[in-house]
C-alpha cells in the first residue's frame, strides 16, 4: 500500500503539470505520477526523451516544462542558463547498467570485465544507445568500449539506437544482446536482464528533479510540490521495484 501524500501536496489547488524526463525514469515517474494524480487531482503532461534530446530542444526554444527530471549535470546547466529556479534540484533515483537478451536465450557470461568483453566480441551484434543520441547508457557505453580496447569490433557489428530502450529491440530479435540501463531493461515484456555490468566498469546515472522557471503562476507552486512529493520517502518502494535505486 502506498503511504499517504504529504498534506502539502494534496492541498495544492488543481493543476495541470508539464514534466520533461530522461527515459531511465520512464517507469517510476509513470507509477509515481499516477499516485501523485489520483491522490492530488493535479494531471501530468509527461514527455521522455534522452537527457540530450531534451536540453537541445530547451535551448531552441522548442521545449518548456514545469518540472524537468534529468541528470544532476543537466539540472544545473539549466539553473546557469536561468531554466531552472535555483535551490529547486532534488536528487530523486540511480540506476546502473545492465546486459539484456531476449527471453529464452542463453544467458552469457559477464561476471567479470574479461568474460564481459568476450562475450561482446563473440555475440552476432550488440545493441546500445547511440552517443550521439545523448542518452547516458550511451555515451558511458561507447567511452567504455574504447577504454576496453574493443570499440572497432563491436562497432563494426553495432545497432545504435536513436529513441526508446534497446530492451524493445532485443526482444524484437533485432540485435543478440543489449547494453542499457537496468530500470529501462526491466519494463521491456520478451527481454531478459542477464545482470549488471561488473563492478569495476559499472556507472550509475543519478536523475534529479528541477523547476522550471517559466512555470506559470498556476502551475509554479504545484511543481514545486510535484518535486517535493517524487523526492519523499514514500518513492522508495517504487524506486526499487523498478530497478533503480536512491539517490543518496
Known sequence: MFAAMPESTMSEATASIKV??????????????????????????????????????????????????????????????????????????????????KAGAPLPDIGSVDAFKRTLLAAKSVAYIDPAAGGSSGIYVGKLLERLGIAAAVNAKAKLIHGGAVADHIADGEAEIGIHQISEILAVKGAVLVGPLPTDIQNFTVYSAGVGTAAKDGAKDAASALVKFLAGPHAGPIIKAKGMEPAS
Open 20 to 101: 520533461i524526463s530522461g527515459g531511465a525514469f520512464k517507469q517510476v515517474l509513470n507509477a509515481l505520477a499516477e499516485q501523485y494524480g489520483n491522490a492530488g487531482g493535479n494531471t501530468l503532461d509527461l514527455t521522455y526523451r534522452t537527457v540530450g534530446q531534451h536540453l537541445k530542444l530547451i535551448q531552441s526554444g522548442e521545449e518548456t516544462f514545469d518540472v524537468a527530471v534529468l541528470t544532476p549535470e543537466a539540472i544545473d546547466g539549466l539553473i546557469k542558463d536561468g531554466k531552472v529556479v535555483a535551490g529547486s534540484r532534488a536528487d530523486l533515483a540511480k540506476t546502473g547498467v545492465g546486459v539484456v537478451v
